[in-house]
């Protein structure tokens, strides 16, 4: 049934009904969340922020030192967490990590879509006429198994238990770079794709309880950006409004808004320092 104002006027429908949602503004504290990518980087960051605030960590990664690393800062601040070593690209192994965090833990409310990789190329490269280099399939094919193949995957796993458990939070971490950045073909198709599929997924499963959101970081300060050379980083970060790399622990602060805001879905948090393609 359609709901309008003049409806609200004659009285056919209670503002405790309208607003009763918005009373119940889910807490991170004591929350089960799932973390991918969480061995470092933005990852860890996330993972810090959600100790920090009570939540039950199940944090994900194929670098099993990085993600033990981020365990103890995690236990160090008083969470619990647990650590499961997996290849998020492969079905079988994201179904039976996704049992075995409910079975661990009891339940799952919030997942964070993290894990990333880049392997920038242009799509040809030519000198004089001639084409010296060009894209290659299999740096097409690792970037969207890991971008959007993987997040598809835990996406849906993750979303099969949330509807048992009565809801949950999904969030992608998508990026600037979808409006299309030169030489990142394969990642801007991925992070577009991500953004575009949380759209699909709050629409889908907003019946049953589950809320999708994504975010959408600009340049930050990671392992990727330390090893750029001081030249590229200083033409990367030139056109930013801020004038500066974003921070891990910025990132991390707008899931924290995305799991609080019950009224928020299906839209991107861009955190960008302004910054536009």
Known sequence: MLLNWAMLRAGTFSTDLIYRRGQQQMQISGKITVITGAGRGIGRALSLEFARRGASLALLDLDAAGIAETQKLCTDLGAAARTYQLNITNEEQVTATMQRIVADFGRLDVLINNAGIVKDALLVKAKDGQVTDKMSLAQWQAVIDVNLTAVFLCAREAAQHMVGFGGGVIINISSISRAGNAGQTNYTAAKAGVAAMTVVWAK????????????????????????????????????????????????????????????????SVDIDGGLRF
């Open 204 to 267: 889908e499963l907003a019946r049953y309880g589950i809320r999708v959101a994504s975010i959408a970081p600009g340049f930050t300060k990671t392992d990727l950006t330390a090893a750029m050379r001081p030249e590229v980083l200083e033409k990367a970060v030139a056109p930013v409004p801020l004038k500066r790399l974003g921070a891990p622990e910025e990132i991390a602060h707008g899931a924290v808004f995305i799991v609080e805001n019950d009224f928020f879905t299906g839209r």
